[in-house]
């Protein structure tokens, strides 16, 4: 876990989502971090110091004064300084460079460790220049931000402005502790299923879950990059990929083609996880194909309850974009295989002149699975053997092997 064992200082200010932080301390416990808590005078009328003090956990209340040195000693202690939830008033404090609170006073002593800033307030708090003006200069300062979530606020107010999904936020303070190998780079990634209809409502596809490729999307971010996703079929996985994403939702082979071809020329590293149909319908019906009345596609319905359809063969994607491959640019491709899994994987690479492929074997049950296997082989004829594993511990690995291997 990369916040085993991190010192992470969680300051408290004065938002009605206070509460929330509680779930925030014990999933930072959860992934092995130690923490000390800083609620402030206004947080406190919100939430009670005792119900951290409960689990064991020294907590400084926001008297700046009381201890002369313990600022000092906070910001020693810290390797991350989360301020959840950070208010209007303690960003714009911050941004001004007032240190008159222990959480104002800590943060001022520690300039080189990293701060992350998860703003919830009302949207149009949240909306105000120069709030955002402010965000954006501590950016510059060693500060990071999660964006709030879009809701319905405490007054009734609608917008931007609610705490997010803890889960945001300990991405975000993970990604703290990553080496930032593709900094600077453009990444596309592929992930989930094409369907190919038959009629409105029958379609042919697979068993992609889109795990893999959602696990290699959030582990570029946390490396540097900057993301788009195109997501194939994949809605009941959308809470699971980071909100700094660009996502393209398409459905079929056509609607993927159109948008892979746009935006690789636009990115430095495609991750191609998506499984793509081989083949689909030669003709498409219009209507729903009922058992009588109407004719299908192909012949129609036949004696016996048999339908008859023609597939055509689709183009190879890896092949469309080898064609249109730049200098520099990397493409990473995957494979399932039943049998002779190295020996196909070799060929599949030379055949679509890619400078990766993983390739799992199927007979594995890693289809639809949380966890993966398999080989991965470079364009220099390098394997590397991966054992079975979470899929998103494992996109990590992959992500890591990128210019090395």
């Given at each position: ?282 003709e498409k019906s219009p209507v729903k194909i009922k058992k009588s009345g109407n004719t299908a596609p192909a012949g129609g319905a036949g004696e016996g309850g048999t339908l008859q359809v023609e597939l055509i063969k689709n183009e190879d994607l890896l092949n469309a974009v080898s064609k249109i491959k730049k200098d520099g640019q990397i493409v990473f491709g ?72």
């Amino acid at each position: 876990m990369s916040l085993q064992n991190k010192n992470i200082l969680l300051c408290i200010t004065g938002s009605i989502s206070c509460y929330k932080s509680v779930d925030l301390y014990r999933k930072l416990k959860k992934k092995g971090a130690n923490v000390k808590i800083i609620v402030s005078a206004s947080a406190a009328k919100f939430i009670s110091p005792y119900i951290f003090e409960s689990f064991g956990e020294q907590v400084f209340e926001d008297d700046a004064f009381k201890s002369p040195l313990s600022h000092i000693d906070l910001s020693k202690f810290a390797d991350i300084i989360l301020i959840a939830p950070a208010t209007y008033n303690t960003i714009n404090k911050l941004a001004a460079g007032i240190a008159d609170t222990l959480i104002t006073l800590t943060v001022a002593a520690a300039p080189d460790k990293p701060k992350i800033l998860v703003p919830a307030m009302n949207p149009n708090m949240y909306a105000n220049k120069i709030l955002k003006e402010n965000l954006k200069r501590l950016c510059a300062f060693n500060f990071s931000a999660v964006s709030p979530e879009t809701g319905s606020s405490a007054c009734g107010d609608f917008g931007e402005g609610k705490f997010p999904e803890t889960d945001d936020i300990i991405f975000c303070a993970e990604s703290v502790f990553k080496q930032k190998t593709l900094k600077g780079k453009k990444v596309l990634v592929t992930a989930g299923a094409t369907r190919e209809y038959l009629d409105p409502v029958r379609f042919m596809s697979n068993g992609s879950s889109g795990k893999m490729g959602i696990g290699i999307a959030n582990a570029a971010v946390q490396a540097g990059a900057e993301v788009t996703l195109i997501a194939l079929n994949i809605d009941d996985r959308i809470k699971y990929i980071n909100r700094s994403i660009k996502i393209i939702n398409r459905t079929d082979f056509s609607g993927l083609k159109e948008a892979l071809l746009d935006e690789f020329k636009k990115s430095d590293i495609l991750f191609m996880a998506a499984a793509v149909s081989d083949y689909g319908f030669k003709e498409k019906s219009p209507v729903k194909i009922k058992k009588s009345g109407n004719t299908a596609p192909a012949g129609g319905a036949g004696e016996g309850g048999t339908l008859q359809v023609e597939l055509i063969k689709n183009e190879d994607l890896l092949n469309a974009v080898s064609k249109i491959k730049k200098d520099g640019q990397i493409v990473f491709g995957f494979a399932a295989e039943t049998d002779s899994v190295i020996e196909n994987g070799r060929k599949k690479l030379a055949e679509k002149s890619l400078d990766y492929i993983f390739i799992n074997d199927v007979s594995k049950d890693v289809i639809g699975s949380n966890e993966n296997e398999g080989f991965l082989i470079n364009k220099t004829g390098e394997i590397k053997r991966f054992e079975r594993e979470p899929k998103n511990e494992l996109a990590e690995k992959l992500i890591s092997e990128l210019y090395v291997m």
